[in-house]
């Protein structure tokens, strides 16, 4: 089990969140306030908040500009992630990931069953990093929203968890990206 070092200091993160819908506001969404919410209240900044209809090219301007952002360390979205025909985040979002967090699909999809059963089966839930920037996509409910940060993010995304957490890997993300190229 992981654990809070308290000699460690928090390290506040700035985490962008965009919510995927063809029929929610700013003023309606739960699921992108669910997460704005808690991630402030963990000590995090909303490095920015939006909302995108489901489709690819909409969805990938967003995150390529936020990914391209110095100012963003991780990007959450909502939504989109089931299969009737509109649910197309991971096709937006996974051709950009330089590497996947398979894990990350996998320890959702746990918590997710002890809580809803098998019908987790009905989420793409996927992760992965792109330009040195950690990629979450989470269904578009705030339940599925609640047990993502409090089940895995907020652990993953506080520098003070240990054996190992997000925090301290971001200065080595994007190595393969600053090597040169073997001659």
């Not at 308290?6 to 992108?32: C, H, M, Q, W």
């Not at 209240?41 to 090219?57: F, N, P, Q």
């Not at 997710?112 to 990093?129: C, L, M, V, Y």
């Not at 040195?132 to 609640?146: D, E, H, K, N």
Request: with cysteine.
């Amino acid at each position: 089990m992981s654990s809070i070092d308290e000699t460690k200091s928090f390290v506040p993160l700035n985490i962008a969140v965009l919510t995927i819908s063809d029929t929610r506001s700013l003023a309606d969404d739960k699921s992108g306030t669910t997460l704005a919410d808690r991630l402030t209240d963990a000590g995090h900044r909303l490095a920015a908040r939006d909302i995108v209809t489901d489709d690819v090219e909409a969805i990938r301007a967003i995150i390529k500009k936020w990914i391209a952002d110095p100012g963003v360390d991780a990007i959450i979205t909502t939504g989109g992630t089931g299969f009737t025909g509109r649910d197309v985040t991971p096709e937006a979002i996974e051709p950009l990931f330089e590497k996947r967090m398979d894990g990350f699909s996998i320890a959702f999809h746990m918590l997710s069953h002890a809580k809803i059963g098998t019908s987790t089966i009905q989420s793409r839930a996927t992760a992965g990093t792109a330009g040195a920037t950690f990629i979450f996509c989470l269904p578009g409910s705030p339940g599925a929203c609640r047990d993502g940060w409090d089940g895995i993010l907020a652990a993953q995304l506080d520098y003070r968890t240990k054996p190992c957490n997000f925090v301290e890997i971001m200065p080595r993300l994007d190595e393969h990206l600053r090597r040169g190229t073997a001659k």
